[in-house]
């Protein structure tokens, strides 16, 4: 037993403070490998599926692997290099910056708009589930839809000549000037409903006493929303921006089903592109290279939103 | 008390007030309605179109109602035989049951790793699991094609669900921690002090709580998983394994092979189930969006 100065001083039958630090690191061992195993499944599907991927693709993309070989030749950034001197690259990266401007701002103020439409309204929850049902169509299907709706003789051109602006109609997805905004437009048509729905959660959930209390000292509407709602509802609007601005810009099943003949399309974005790139051209490692810049723009725009979040917590 | 003196109050101004207020109201309820009509026209379309023949679609009005309910069978009949549709239906409730159903699972056991039992270092190992959201779906593509070429997982229906089961765990993993956090931790105590393991205090006390968003997180994997095409493209390439909008995109990209109600029965065939599954299970998709938000 113990004969240090400070123990020997315990009674018997209580074990040593040595004895106890081990068992207590035995334990604490114990109980990691035990949530070791817990989540070994979760990570095991994560890593091999998900993150070993990721690492393989930044690989490839510095390699001079097409067709069926140079997987184990590097090149360095003569993939990156050559992205920039690719005219498709061009015309994705322009669409791809329209896509990514666009879903950051639209989805968040239209779908605000909308649940400030609706909300106490008499039969909110049939409007909701009306603007909500595209959410419910795959991509896909909505692309197959909207593909017959912009036709020339298809029904937005008839709305438009039925209202007068006939002078208007026109091949929406041929005018190389109008395709990429008219695929926009059908892609908010299917996901504002969500960010209605995110914003209304947001909004009931807003504390009541600061809007009585200005509605109270007699604070017009627009000043109430302006300076009281706005700032409270911050928070989920930036979750409603992240989640639009992410789900627009790598959008790609909608994008390839409404343009069809790629690459040679002013629909192209990088999204499609890369997929162009090596499943139809087997340029493997030009495509990995822009899945890698897909990855960069799609980290900066978490990184800068979730500082401007956590900019916005603290205040 | 003092009693409430209605002398003062001038009953007229604040019928008044009432009305002006209620004037808005109406106002935007109009407003509403005619948007809700524009937004349902394009479904509307869809669903005339399915029961008009080829050149019924091809010269009235898009949106006038069909002369007869009879070119709907023969587009039904085309559109099932021509996109292999039972097939698809197959294979796309089997990936999304299974990919999802299994995630779900997967992704409690990891909460419950992450927040009942307690050791150093828990950030690090959500995070590793939390990883597998942040990148955009086109940096799995190339390596995913090549892994699954080497290893014969090209064109199998297992090959299709292990994947799906990874893309749909970290979602739910953050979620269901933030969940099982907030369940009181005394029951697990009081049951490992009477001898209980872990994976018995997770399958009765744990898991039985958490019912509520795994059935929400399931229906938007499941829909997520129904209505993905670009990992069916890329990871399959023959009939027999490929989903349901995998087969819709080929049938509308083959010009000549179908007219565009044919195209539209499709389409309308192929989303049913998750629309209907949406008015059925209403109640559990918001309950999932609310989950999404946080």
Redesign the interface.
């Known amino acids: 037993m113990a004969t240090d100065t400070a123990e020997t001083m315990l009674p018997a039958g209580i074990p040593s403070i040595d004895t106890m630090v081990a068992r207590e690191k035995r334990h604490?061992r114990k109980?990691?490998w035990?949530?070791?195993?817990?989540?070994s499944?979760?990570?095991f599907?994560?890593?091999?599926?998900?993150?070993?991927?990721?690492a393989?693709?930044i690989y490839?993309s510095f390699t001079g692997w097409q067709k069926f070989s140079g997987l184990d030749r590097m090149v360095g950034l003569a993939n990156y290099q050559r992205l920039f001197s690719n005219p498709n690259f061009e015309t994705a990266t322009s669409n791809t910056i329209l896509w990514v401007v666009a879903s950051f701002f639209l989805p968040a103020m239209l779908g605000l708009g909308?649940a400030l439409?609706?909300k106490g309204?008499?039969?909110e929850e049939t409007?909701k589930?009306?603007?909500f049902?595209?959410r419910?169509?795959?991509?896909?299907?909505i692309g197959?839809?909207?593909?017959?709706?912009y036709a020339g003789?298809?029904?937005f051109n008839?709305?438009l000549r039925s209202v007068g602006l006939g002078d208007y109609a026109r091949n929406w997805l041929y005018e190389a000037s109008y395709a990429t905004p008219a695929m926009i437009f059908t892609h908010l048509?299917q996901q504002v409903g969500?960010t209605m729905?995110?914003l209304l959660?947001?909004l009931n959930a807003l504390p009541t006493d600061p809007l009585e209390a200005a509605k109270v000292d007699g604070a017009s509407r627009w000043q109430v929303f302006r300076h009281i709602v706005l700032p409270l509802l911050a928070p989920?609007i930036m979750?409603?921006v992240t989640?639009s601005v992410?789900a627009g810009f790598?959008s790609?099943?909608l994008v390839?089903?409404m343009g069809?003949d790629y690459p040679n399309r002013s629909t192209l974005t990088?999204?499609v592109n890369?997929?162009w790139e090596?499943?139809r051209a087997g340029y493997?490692a030009y495509?990995?290279a822009?899945?890698?810049i897909?990855?960069i723009?799609?980290?900066s725009i978490?990184w800068v939103l979730g500082w401007l979040q956590q900019r916005l917590d603290r205040r | 008390m003092t009693a409430l003196d209605l002398s003062t109050l001038d009953l007229d101004a604040v019928v008044r007030k009432e009305q002006k207020a209620a004037r808005p109201k109406v106002l935007t309820l109009g407003v509403a309605v005619v948007l809700a009509i524009a937004w349902m026209t394009p479904f509307y379309y869809l669903v005339v179109s399915v029961f008009k023949s080829n050149t019924e679609y091809g010269q009235g009005h898009p949106l006038a109602l069909p002369q007869s309910l009879e070119p709907i069978l023969v587009n039904v009949y085309e559109a099932w035989t021509k996109t292999r549709m039972a097939d698809g239906m197959f294979n796309s409730a089997l990936y999304g049951l299974f990919g999802a159903g299994i995630a779900m699972f997967i992704a409690a056991l990891a909460a419950y790793g992450l927040t009942r039992i307690d050791f150093r270092g828990k950030t690090f190992w959500f995070m590793l699991i939390f990883a597998g959201t942040i990148f955009p779906l086109q940096m799995y593509l190339i390596p995913l094609f090549l892994g699954y070429t080497r290893l014969g997982l090209m064109n199998t229906r297992i090959g299709m669900i292990l994947f799906y089961i990874a893309i749909c765990i970290p979602f739910p993993v953050l979620v269901l921690r933030n969940y099982m956090a907030g369940i009181p931790r005394e029951m697990d105590e009081a049951a490992r002090i009477d001898g209980s393991s872990e994976f018995r205090i997770f399958r009765s006390i744990v898991l039985p709580n958490c019912w509520g968003p795994m059935t929400a997180l399931f229906l938007i994997q499941f829909t997520w998983v129904w209505n993905d095409l670009l990992f069916s493209m890329v990871l399959t390439s023959k009939e027999d394994v490929r989903s349901l909008m995998n087969g819709l995109m080929v049938l509308q990209g083959s010009y000549a092979a179908s007219t565009p109600n044919v195209v539209m029965t499709a389409t309308l065939l192929a989303s049913l189930p998750t629309v209907v599954l949406f008015f059925v299970l209403r109640k559990h998709f918001m309950n999932g969006l609310r989950l999404q938000g946080m």
């Open positions: 604490a109980r990691f035990t949530a070791l195993a817990f989540m499944p979760a990570l599907f994560v890593g091999v599926f998900l993150l070993l991927p990721v393989f693709n490839a909308l439409l609706v309204l008499k039969g409007f589930s009306v603007y049902l595209p419910m169509f795959s991509a896909t299907a197959v839809l909207w593909y017959y709706v003789e298809g029904i008839t709305a048509w969500l729905v995110l959660l947001g989920t979750v409603v989640v992410l790598t790609f099943d390839w089903v069809r990088l999204a890369q997929y090596s499943f493997w495509g990995a822009i899945a890698v897909l990855g723009i799609a980290l978490s």
